[in-house]
């Protein structure tokens, strides 16, 4: 099965390729006309399609089948978290997060973040690989670097929850869980959130919570956060 991405793409009949993509499906698997290959635009559309003119820089398709919400996740899932100073690891928290399934990806720029920048094209790459590899066709949106103290004031409905590593009174991730709201989880950077960050998200009603007694790697809290909700929200 060859799943190719076309952002943007609804119920069309046809359809052409990005030069990217055309490459792929042409020079390097080699696909000619008639051969049944998958589109799918990132945000649940899945399109079964088949070549009608298999050009190395606008491979045409014919759109056979339409299917809806293919690897969307049944719960609305957002990470804010500071990225880590190896950007490997933040990548490596990227694609996993995908497989799991999430719905939003904010990279947080906090006081301790050794990090302040990230390449959101190359970050885009990386999520939509992974979404092909775990054979969806949704992955998650990918929003701008934003500063803690500017995300912090943003509107966010449902359960606001921040996981730092301050001794204090907690919950647990899953006592803060709401069935059918959606989720919002602040993670901070190698150096943790600031006394100043963590007071400011008490003023904006965000509930400190625990993902465990380890103490746990940017990367790995994350990717524990994500696969607590999925399982939380399967299971609840």
């Known amino acids: ?35 049944e290959i998958i589109l799918v635009n990132g945000r649940g559309g899945w ?75 190359r970050v885009m790459r990386i999520v939509v690989a992974a979404m092909k590899q775990s054979l969806k066709a949704f992955h998650p949106i990918i929003h701008e670097p934003v500063p803690f103290k500017n995300f912090i004031k943003g509107s966010f409905p449902g359960v606001k929850t921040i996981a730092h590593c301050q001794v204090g009174d907690k919950i647990w991730l899953n006592e803060a869980y709401r069935r059918d709201q959606p989720v919002t989880i602040l993670i901070g950077p190698e150096g943790d959130f600031s006394d100043k960050e963590i007071a400011l998200s008490k003023d904006g009603g965000y509930l400190p919570v625990t993902l465990g007694s380890s103490r746990l790697r940017t990367e790995t809290a994350g990717i524990v956060a994500c696969q607590t909700i999925s399982w939380l929200a399967l299971n609840s």
């Open 1 to 35: 099965m060859h799943l190719f991405y076309a952002p943007g793409l609804s119920d069309h009949s046809d359809f052409t390729l990005s030069p990217e993509e055309s490459h792929h499906a042409v020079r390097v698997l080699r696909l000619s006309i008639g051969d």
């Open 47 to 121: 399109y079964q399609s088949r070549i009608t003119h298999p050009a190395p820089k606008a491979c045409r398709v014919e759109i056979m089948k339409a299917l809806q919400d293919v690897g969307k996740p049944g719960y609305d899932l957002h990470i804010a978290i500071g990225p880590t100073k190896q950007i490997d690891r933040y990548e490596w928290f990227l694609e996993k997060a995908t497989e799991i399934g999430i719905s939003e990806i904010t990279p947080l720029i906090c006081e301790h973040s050794e990090r302040k920048d990230v390449k959101t094209e």
